[in-house]
């Protein structure tokens, strides 16, 4: 008898390893589908956008932005002699092209690409005024600032502009006086100012608005990840200024912003330069996140002391404005320069700390989402994520923070599934929004795929080489595989319970009812242990 038992066990034993091989290869093959799925669905992409553009025009097609145009020469002094630029980056040449053509231009590139020279050069290229719309006060500053030092006239009509400054833009835009080549103002200025609009129509009638750019253009899109209602209302400038190029800069943008984007805009014709997402000087990682917070921060400034000892500069992502406040104190108690940046800050305390960040005065920024478009250090050496963040859009950009000088950065993700509820809760109303999250989840909680592929599946690019680049590809992680068949049955059992008994739960008092729910049933069938 004993003999037949163990001849049974020996063989169903067998079935399993064979079951268990079957599945190894079954989740291979998954593996190899999903990276197939993701080129195939960069090509559809590709496909669709060639096909939209043969409709739209079907000179594009033929056009080639990279030949030879009168103001060639022109634009070599230009950028040599006034932007100290000795060579055109991918694209920069094109798009320039395609602006002083007189075309429309959507430019997808990504953080540190070099967009602003594809709208300033022809700026300063042409006769008249280029109008740039951009979303921030700050980055407006920076823009002038650098502008001003490189002896083009450029100048912002904004909340701050003196009453002697906005008299001159007025008479310049209005008579042609004075010399202005470029003029920044927010999007509030379009939608709410009618003396400004009327001021640029005169200054259209009179043969001088050269082109209108518009900065961070994904904030058009309501499926973007920074929409802004004021960037609704810039659809008018084409409606007005029709024969005006207009040049719309954006470092991410799916296709389906893409596509809204263009509409927003009335640019449907526009030429669209799309450059890879792709930044091969950043190591990003993901690090599991203990429940015990001093832990995480432990950890955190380990990593900055031993890693950048020599006051290299970093930015720490937090969910909340407290955890930012509390997550600055202990690393200042831990010895790490660092301090906080958040909306409740009055506008003068977050210029000072950023100022001091800028200056290398501060190594590490502590800082909610608010810490966010405009920054322009190059050298921010690592992005940290104290908490998840609420899409794969959202970390791609807050994290592509680090390495804009092209130089190698790193960007660390903590993560925790109990930090998921806090960001569910947020983005539940949000277009998208859970679907978005699980995305960033799934690339969290991923253990064997390439975290840039990642990246290029979200934006529906083809594939390339990681080179190492990420935890997974370079080291790869050890996978324990653990049957949770029982724990999903618990799981089940509860939420039907609740269902019958029409109880409703946050995720966190569920985790707790299920804890209290798997030591019942321990008590009663310790066969079931929940180290099963
Ligand atoms: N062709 C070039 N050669 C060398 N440096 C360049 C070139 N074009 C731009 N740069 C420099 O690269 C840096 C980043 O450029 P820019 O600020 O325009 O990037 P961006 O694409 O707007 O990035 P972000 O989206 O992060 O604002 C700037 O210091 C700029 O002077």
Redesign the pocket.
Known sequence: MENDVVGELLCVEAELQDVQDQINILLDHQERLYRKQSELKALLEECKTSENEANNNASIAAEDWSGNFEWDSRADDIRFNV?G?????AN?REIVNAVMSGRDVLVI?????????CYQLPAVLCNGVALVVSPLLSLIQDQVMGLTALGIPAYMLTSTTSKEDEKFIYKALDKGEGEMKILYVTPEKISKSKRFMSKLEKCHNGGRLSLVAIDEAHCCSQWGHDFRPDYKNLGILKVQFPNVPMIA?T?TATYKVQTDLMEMLHIPKCVKFVSTVNRPNLFYKVLEKSSVAKVVIDEIADFIRQSYPNNESGIVYCFSRKECEQVAKELQERGISADYYHADMDVTAREKVHLRWSKNKLQVIIGTVAFGMGI?K?DVRFVIHHSLSKSMETYYQES??AG??GLPSECLLYFRPGDVPRQSTMVFYENSGLQNLYDIVRYCQSKRNCRRGAFFQHFGEPLQDCNGMCDNCAYGHEIKEVDTTYHAKVIVSLLRDMQDNEQRATMLQLVDRLKVKMKKLERRIPAYSVCN
């Open positions: 932007f630029i000795s060579s055109y980056r920069q590139m990504a953080a540190g690409g070099g967009k602003s020279l800069l470092a322009n190059p592509g923070r804009r000088d």
